[in-house]
């Protein structure tokens, strides 16, 4: 959840900056560095009009079909492999680093590279 968007139902936006068991701080609306003074559950910002993204079941690729996994040292920001379901397929599915696509992969990269310089 750490750095997820959330939008209100006004087209705000707010950034969570901590999330710890039932616990969430998050920034100023429309200011994504700056924390609200303000502690609230997911009920409280459910009921304060913010949007939760809908979390999608990970997907698992079939045995030797093609994945992509973010590369934070590689310029092209991703890796191919091929999926054999063996210890480290399922070390990187579990760690959400299997995507469909280069898209997805890069996107990953980027978000991953945003955390450690923001």
Avoid at 38 to 55: M, S
Avoid at 80 to 92: C, K, T, V, Y
């Amino acid at each position: 959840m750490y750095g997820q968007i959330l939008t209100n139902k006004t087209g705000k936006t707010v950034k969570i900056l901590s999330h710890h068991q039932d616990v969430y701080i998050i920034s100023n609306p429309n200011d994504h560095t700056n924390a609200i003074d303000r502690n609230y559950t997911k009920q409280d910002l459910i009921a304060l009009g913010w949007v939760f993204p809908v979390e999608t079941e990970k997907w698992t690729p079939e045995i030797d079909n093609t994945y992509f996994v973010p590369n934070v040292t590689n310029r092209s920001k991703h890796n191919l492999s091929i999926w054999a379901n063996d210890e480290i397929d399922n070390l990187r599915l579990a760690n959400n680093l299997v995507c469909r696509t280069v898209k997805e992969a890069i996107a990953l990269t980027d978000k991953m590279l945003g955390a450690v310089t923001n």
